[in-house]
């Protein structure tokens, strides 16, 4: 089966919602992001309040489920959430951990890794008041994640030096097609 589906991975404050937005509607596929309708299925809730009712794990199992949905469907363009790589912590103050799972998914899916440097995504993030906590800060984290991106990656658009305009012209080229 080809991939018909292209999802965005990277760090918190990456740019994939822009990305994936101007992207879909330039390839004429539907842009959907995982972070907005997990919220929508939980009733419209914002992800800090799924988090403080559910624990990160329960976050983690909705974003699961949901991506299990929409990597069925065809012709998406998929803007996923900084975590949809990671599995909550087992016990409280332990790392989390990759997500085979949801590795599983995303090979039904062509990969797209929007890659920052750390020092930029640290200083884009720093003042959203908007997004949950994040256990251990965001630097230990970026630490963890940023190979797990690398490896689930089929394309990594690296962001230095580039501005949207030309990364969207180089995904077109790439993805832009519907076969």
Partial sequence: MQKSNIAFIGGRGAGKSRISRKFGKLSSRLSLSTDTLVCYEAGGIPITKIV?????????????????????MQNLVIDCGGGILVEAPVSPGEPEQLSARKMN?????????????????????????????????????????????????????DMRGIESDDAIALLYRKYGKIE
């Fill in 105 to 157: 998914l995303l090979k039904n899916c062509n990969v797209v890794y929007v890659k920052r440097d750390m020092s930029w995504l640290l200083d884009r993030v720093s003042a959203d008041l908007n997004r949950p906590d994040l256990p251990g800060g965001y630097r230990e984290l970026l630490e963890r994640r940023l190979p797990w991106y690398e490896k689930a990656a089929d394309f990594v658009l």
């Fill in 52 to 72: 403080e009712r559910e624990g990160w794990q329960g976050f983690r199992d909705r974003e699961y489920a949901l991506l299990e949905k929409l990597t069925a």
